[in-house]
Each structure stands twice: as structure tokens, then as C-alpha cells.
């Protein structure tokens, strides 16, 4: 499938940046075959880097504008938050992305403001580029799962390539390779863990689980074979009790990799995954080339110690997949995957939904309903 920019119309997010200046209807037409000419949009938004405070509901936003012929504008039903989003909020990045809009510098620091937030939605196409060929107008995004709403939907793109980008690109699973392999998911009840334990057994994996006690028996419902309760005392403990692990997908972070990777079969391929890197804070901190360098001097360093010691060790990040979301749509409509929505939100709850994803302990995903019209598809 080839490369395509989502413009994301009516809700929390613009997946892809475009431009907030004017554009003739003349210009447009370069790259669009739509006369559409509407110029401002509801959204919620932030002036300035900081806690949920920051946090402003304008009826005039910018409405996306196509400004190349690979980019579609989405209509949003539902919109999915990530601790991604809570991050970014705060700043996370920022230097990194900046750098990105506006890659020869010639902006004023703070253009991005007011900036939209977020990156997993649900929704069908408005308006597409010229040369967009997968998608038509009233094509439902990512040609999502008959089986599910957009509500159900939108929990699911960003954790679900995630997962994919890990455990199949990263770790070398598939389903033709993964019966009986033996797989620990260091925290698995949030929306990354939850989805990567229904694939994993779709496939055939032992799977085995940390997560906290309230969290155990949601966790189990989900297919996995055996779960610890990290809150009990050292997760370790009960750990290296069991039978060594062919691959380790860690969402924690933290000092987990200090005894994780003594968890692995070693001398077998076995790999450690962590999807917790310093990988956007160097790049901020350091800047662009320096960050980029740091970053390979650590992961190199780390690789190559554990080498030694017959485990290989990597970083996993999210990486968006237009054939892998298709082969996850039919994981899902064949009754194998299912959308874990912890709790839904109204557009109007934004704030109180980003307070609740800032608790922590999620057991899924939170959702933001843009449109109850959106299950009909209705533009």
C-alpha cells in the first residue's frame, strides 16, 4: 500500500501537520480533487507545553488543508489517547518535532502553537489528494474491521502497530513461527500488552504476564497463560521460577532490564524488546545529530554486552503499517483480536480523560467519541 498522510477534520487530532496559512481554492485544486472550502474546525488545543491546565477547547481551529497529492482529510468518529499524548503534552519531543515541521530552522521557537494533540482515530475520508489510489471518498480509515464501531475502532491503530513493529518486525515472530514459543509482556494490562497478548496467542505463544493484582483476572479473560502480580514484592522473584523465555516485550522500563534479560534462553535467539528508550529525550536534549548519536552509542553498547551473554538485545518503537493494519483487520473480524476499551469519554471530556489516562494502571484503552453519528458512517 502506498504512503498516505491523514488530515484529521472535527476532533482531537491531525495525524499529519498542515499547513494553518490561506490557500486559494486554485491552488488547492493542484493537489486535490475536491472544491470543499470550509476554513475552521472544534478541537482541543494547547498554547504552550505544560499540565492538563494547558489544555483549550476553540471552535476555530484550523481546518486542514491538502497541500500534497498523497494526503486524504479524515472525518473523526472516535479518537483513541496513548500515554504518548500525556507526554507531549508536557513537551515530550518537542525539539525533535519542531525540527520536523520546520526543518531549516526559519520558523520563531513556539510556531507550532496552538498544536493539536495526538495520533489514533477512527473515522472516514473526506476529501483525497490526487494521487491517493487506496482510499475514495466515504472510505472508512484504514478500511477498519466491519466487526467493530469507531468507537471500538480507535483503540486500536496506534497500539496495534506498536505491538506489530516489536514482536514481528523487531522480534521475528509470525504466525508461522510463534506455536509454543514461550513470551513474557512486562506489563500487560494497557493498550500495547492487551493487544500484544491476543495476537500472540492467536498465533499459538505461551504467554506469561505481569500486571498489578486488581488487573489479574481482566488479564487472564484476554488468553494469558500465566500472570504475576508485580505489586506482591520483586516481580523477579517468582519470575525465575519459571522456564526461561524466548522473547521479552517490556512496557515498564525503568530497572527492569537490569534482571529481564536474565529471564532469556540464552545461545537460542532469544531476545529483549523494550519499547522504554531515551531515544526522543536525546534528541532534545543533545539535538538532532548529537541525540541521534548518543542514542546509537547506547543501544550499540548494550547490544553488544548482552551478545556476550547470548541474548540479543533491542529497542522497539511504533512504526505505521498500512499491510500490517489490513492483517490485523482480519485478525479482528475473524473474532481473534478484539478492542479493549477501558472507558469512553464525550468531545466535551477531553481534560477529564487525559486526567484519567494520567493515573495510570490502565486496563485498555480510553476512547473520545466525537460523533455517535459515526457508527452509520453518516458525513
Known sequence: MASVRLLVYNGLFHLSK???????????????????????????????????DALRFTKNASFPVINYPNEVIVKVFAAGLNPMDVSMRGGYGAATLSRKRDPLNIK?????????????????????????????????????????????????????????????????????????????????????????????????????????QNAEHFVRGLGADHVVDYTAGPVEEPLTTLEKFDLILDNVGGDTERWALTLLKPWSGAKYITL????????????????????????????????????????????????????????????????????????????????KLEKGHARGKTVVEISKGGDDCAL
Not at 21 to 37: E, I, N, P
Not at 38 to 49: E, F, L, Q, R, S
Request: proline content about 4%.
Open 18 to 52: 498542515p499547513s494553518v496559512g490561506r490557500h486559494s481554492s486554485k491552488s488547492r485544486r493542484l493537489f486535490s480533487s475536491s472544491s470543499r472550502c470550509m476554513t475552521v474546525m472544534p478541537a482541543w488545543v494547547i498554547d504552550k507545553y505544560g499540565s492538563n
Open 108 to 212: 520563531q521557537s513556539g510556531s507550532e502553537f496552538p498544536l493539536i494533540l495526538g495520533r489514533d482515530v477512527s473515522g472516514v475520508i473526506m476529501e483525497c489528494g490526487l494521487d491517493v489510489k487506496y482510499f475514495r471518498e466515504s472510505d472508512e480509515v484504514s478500511h477498519k474491521p466491519r466487526s467493530l464501531t469507531h468507537t471500538e475502532a480507535a483503540a486500536i491503530p496506534y497500539v496495534a502497530t506498536t505491538a506489530w513493529s516489536a514482536l514481528v518486525n523487531t522480534g521475528g515472530l509470525s504466525k508461522d513461527n510463534c506455536t509454543k514459543k514461550r513470551i513474557l509482556i512486562l506489563g500487560g494490562s494497557g493498550g500495547v500488552g492487551t493487544f500484544a497478548i491476543q495476537m500472540l496467542k492467536a498465533w499459538g505463544a505461551h504467554v506469561t504476564v505481569t500486571c498489578t
Open 276 to 355: 522504554i528508550t531515551p531515544f526522543l529525550q536525546n534528541m532534545d536534549r543533545l539535538g538532532i545529530a548529537d541525540g541521534m548519536m548518543q542514542t546509537a552509542a547506547t543501544v550499540a553498547t548494550k547490544a553488544l554486552k548482552n551478545l556476550a551473554r547470548g541474548v540479543h538485545y533491542r529497542w522497539g518503537f511504533f512504526a505505521p503499517s498500512g499491510p500490517a493494519l489490513d492483517e490485523i483487520r482480519e485478525m479482528v473480524d475473524a473474532g481473534q483480536i478484539r478492542a479493549v476499551v477501558e472507558e469512553t469519554f464525550k468531545f466535551s471530556q477531553v481534560p477529564q480523560a487525559f486526567n
